[in-house]
């Protein structure tokens, strides 16, 4: 079946842009967790949600970082007021809630000029 | 301090002989569970092996077996029979606590970068 997928792969913008990033979890999927890949370092997470809330927002950055899952499915990381510091590949991973592995997306790399 | 510690940045190996990932983790927590995940240059993270904090016998997944050494905290990776493809960065990762639901968040260390010679 279909894996986890994201979009875009690749997203160029300026600083203080506003960007969006989409993840489309493996169909059934309820947990959902967002991590953040920098150069030379391991994976750092982000946010996690159960279903349709965001049960553990812990790992966000500052205010500029925020994320959506409206239908418990697809989720949107949004960052505003882009700064260099967020460039960096941006993981998704979806779980059935159930199970302990983590089934990962190919990433989307964020370059912030 | 940090949680998980990968010591080795990069490993060298010649094709079809054995190696070991080092991985050290720090937790005061009695539930956790311990992850290796192999991240090839294409960039997308692939589960190997996993092992729970309460199981009695070290994980085993073809090739690779995971040495659990709980009094130690260490976990590290064996990959037997090395093949050319298995060139890629290795992530140890941790999972802490069972609160009842969830939420497996996963702790990375900094990952070593594993060369396989021919």
């Known amino acids: 079946g279909a894996g986890v997928s994201q979009t875009p792969s690749n997203k160029v913008t300026e600083k203080g842009k506003y960007v969006e990033l989409r993840c489309d979890p493996i169909?059934?999927?309820?947990?959902l967790y967002w991590y953040r890949q920098s150069l030379g370092q391991g994976p750092e997470f982000l946010i996690y949600f159960q279903g349709t809330g965001a049960a553990d927002d812990s790992g966000l950055p500052n205010d500029r970082f925020f994320a959506v899952r409206p239908e418990g499915s697809v989720s949107t990381l949004k960052i505003q007021r882009t700064e260099r510091g967020d460039s960096a590949v941006y993981l998704c991973a979806s779980s059935s809630g159930t199970g302990y592995e983590q089934y990962f997306g190919p990433g989307t790399r964020l370059t912030v000029t | 301090a940090q949680k998980i510690t990968q010591t080795q940045p990069g490993m060298f190996v010649q094709e079809k002989e054995a190696v070991t990932l080092d991985c050290t983790y720090d937790?005061?927590?009695?539930?956790?569970?311990l992850f290796w995940y192999k991240q090839p240059s294409s960039g997308e993270m692939i589960f190997l092996i996993y092992q729970g904090s309460y199981d009695q016998q070290n994980a085993t997944e073809g090739r690779y077996s995971l040495n659990f050494q709980k009094a130690r905290k260490s976990a590290n990776l064996v990959i037997s029979a090395s093949q050319l493809g298995d060139s890629a960065m290795y992530f140890c990762?941790?999972?802490?606590?069972?609160?009842?639901?969830?939420?497996?968040?996963?702790?990375f260390g900094k990952g070593t970068l594993l060369t396989v010679n021919p």
């Open positions: 937790t005061s927590d009695p539930s956790y569970g």
């Open positions: 990762a941790m999972r802490e606590g069972y609160s009842g639901g969830s939420n497996y968040k996963l702790t």
């Open positions: 169909s059934g999927h309820t947990a």
